[in-house]
């Protein structure tokens, strides 16, 4: 089993900053992937930024040129720097992680996805 636990949001002003941390633990051999996803109240989930073990990234539209991800691998944790934020970006974000639970799930490319409980963002004056 794989835990991710969430820290960093809050309430900040249209055109702050903040950064969420989500920090994996658990029977991990590797991950493939991890990334943020967020779900606005009626509105369906959406990702948001996801970063590949080899660093690549991808970034939704409309967080582009706004927000960052990172990773630290050592430590299986993945960052989202979030800048210029709006009130549009107000929602649930929450951490996704593809993991190989062993060298064998590795090398069939067997990944499964792990989530974590969400942490509320919320951007209002």
């Known amino acids: 089993q794989v835990q991710l636990v969430e820290s960093g949001g809050g309430l900040v002003q249209p055109g702050g900053s903040l950064r969420l941390s989500c920090a994996a633990s658990?029977?991990?051999?590797?991950?493939?992937?991890m990334g943020w996803y967020r779900q606005a109240p009626g509105k369906e989930r959406e990702l948001v930024a996801s970063?590949?073990?080899?660093?690549?990234?991808n970034y939704a539209d409309s967080v582009k040129g706004r927000f960052t991800i990172s990773r630290d691998n050592a430590k299986n944790t993945v960052y989202l720097q979030m800048n210029s934020l709006k009130p549009e970006d107000t929602a649930v974000y929450s951490c996704?992680?593809?993991?190989?639970?062993?060298?064998?799930?590795?090398?069939?490319?067997?990944?499964?996805?792990?989530w974590g409980q969400g942490t509320q963002v919320t951007v209002s004056s």
């Open positions: 970063i590949t073990s080899s660093g690549g990234t």
């Open positions: 996704n992680a593809r993991v190989a639970g062993g060298f064998r799930d590795l090398v069939a490319g067997q990944f499964y996805d792990y």
């Open positions: 658990g029977s991990i051999f590797s991950i493939n992937a």
